[in-house]
């Protein structure tokens, strides 16, 4: 069965530090990966896509970056964090038979200070 | 620009009864609709999902309603139980993106 994790789960961060988030599918192969931002008591808000290693989209503009090294493998990551970064990040998969349906990680709660 | 929007922030019920969670859309080329449930501090969790070809879908104690005339989709839950409070989003395809779009949520509170 396919798995999804992402860590860590909570992070407590300066502003002015660097991020990485990283999230990794099991169990399934190409899947279309993504990453989501969540602010309290809000709706999603899609940051990245990406279809493929090395292909990456970016829903829109701001501090945050994202990679896929590897199949499975997909990070997000900022050189420098600001206040407004703090949230409730998502990773998901979706197959490539493109059900629609999304697959959701646990979530890694960041907070700047 | 492409919205989903919550009739209801809030929705609180009584344990035993049946809840309505409503959502619009604006989309009307959107061919697929979701509902998660997210309970506090989780990822989001799949409930059911319905395709534009269809007006009604039924799971265990989940019924979803599309209603494409007035771009409107409802999820329903019979006997709620306190295990049913969670934030409850709606989610659409939209057209040619394939990615999908997710309302602001509503939170179900069960009363006891």
């Known amino acids: 069965s396919q798995t999804i994790h992402q860590w860590p789960a909570t992070l407590v961060q300066p502003v002015g530090s660097p991020l990485s988030l990283e999230c990794t599918v099991e169990?399934?192969?190409?899947?279309?990966l993504y990453w989501y931002r969540q602010a309290a008591g809000r709706g999603l808000q899609l940051l990245f896509y990406?279809?493929?290693?090395?292909?990456i989209s970016s829903e829109v503009p701001q501090n945050l970056s994202a990679s896929r090294p590897q199949d499975r493998q997909f990070i997000l990551s900022s050189k420098k964090l600001l206040l407004s970064d703090s949230g409730f990040y998502l990773c998901?998969?979706?197959?490539?038979?493109?059900?629609?349906?999304?697959?959701f990680g646990e979530g890694s709660r960041l907070t700047v200070l | 620009g492409e919205s989903v929007g919550l009739h209801l922030p809030t929705l609180s019920v009584q344990e035993g009864d049946n809840s309505i969670i409503n959502c619009a859309y604006s989309?009307?080329?959107?061919?697929?609709f979701i509902w998660y449930k997210q309970e506090s501090g989780k990822g989001p969790q799949f409930i059911i999902d319905i395709r534009s070809n269809m007006d009604k879908r039924q799971g265990q104690r989940v019924t979803v309603l599309l209603n494409k005339t007035v771009k409107h989709l409802s999820l329903q839950i019979a006997a709620t139980q306190p295990g049913d409070s969670a934030v409850y989003f709606c989610?659409?395809?939209?057209?040619?993106?394939?990615?999908?779009?997710f309302g602001t949520g509503t939170l179900l509170a069960v009363q006891p």
């Open positions: 989610a659409y395809r939209g057209g040619a993106t394939n990615k999908l779009i």
């Open positions: 989309n009307s080329a959107s061919d697929y």
């Open positions: 990406s279809v493929g290693i090395g292909q």
């Open positions: 998901a998969w979706r197959g490539r038979q493109n059900t629609g349906e999304l697959f």
């Open positions: 169990g399934t192969s190409n899947p279309n």
